[in-house]
Each structure stands twice: as C-alpha cells, then as structure tokens.
C-alpha cells in the first residue's frame, strides 16, 4: 500500500492550497480516508476524514469552515481544500487509511508572509 501526498507549499496568510493523496495497493473505494498534520512541540492532529460512503465527513474545530475533504474514487485520490489559510496552519499533512496502520510521507504546508 502506497499513499502519496502533494500540493503543499509556501503561502501567504489568507491564502489557499489544495492537497492531494494518490492511494494505490488497496481499494480505495472501500477506505474511509483521514487528513492529518503535525508540527514540532504538537501532537499529530486529526483534521478532516472522508468515509467511503463520501458523504460521511468530519472536521477539527480549528479547520471547520476553511478547509473542504473530498475524494475521486475514479483517481484513488482524496484532496483536502485549504482556505484562508493561517500562520498556525503551518504543518507537515499527511493522510492515512482509516483502520490502518498505511500513511503517507506528508507534505508540507507553510504559511508565512
């Protein structure tokens, strides 16, 4: 199993990024797919999870209402929109398969002027 993250990058507060993680080795239209990010000093972090049914979505408080999970079953992709973007965004994001112990090498989000 292989997830691989991108779209990660430099930005500047109040900005946008859109993130995505191929899938391959498993059958992404039964996975119920997770965004995580972690920073130096914090605890990894649950932000947004998308469930196979693709209608089952959850968000982090602190995410709610700027950043949208989707998913393309026919990509193997699930993407996480980022918007108005902050300073404490800043994070290395991964994605994982729920249930399972498969993750991605991450990618990483800094917002900074």
């Known amino acids: 199993v292989q997830l691989v993250e991108s779209g990660g990058g430099l930005v500047q507060p109040g900005g946008s990024l859109r993130l995505s993680c191929v899938v391959s080795?498993?059958?992404?239209?039964?996975?119920?797919m997770r965004w995580y990010r972690e920073s130096p000093g914090e605890e990894r972090e649950l932000i947004a999870g998308?469930?196979?049914?693709?209608?089952?979505?959850l968000y982090a408080d602190s995410v709610k209402g700027r950043f949208t999970i989707s998913r393309d079953d026919a990509k193997n992709t699930v993407y996480l929109q980022m918007n108005r973007l902050k300073p404490k965004d800043t994070a290395l994001y991964l994605c994982?398969?729920?249930?399972?112990?498969?993750w991605g090498q991450g990618t990483q989000v800094t917002v900074s002027s």
């Open positions: 998308i469930n196979s049914d693709g209608e089952t979505i």
């Open positions: 080795g498993f059958t992404f239209a039964n996975a119920d």
């Open positions: 994982k398969v729920r249930y399972y112990n498969y």
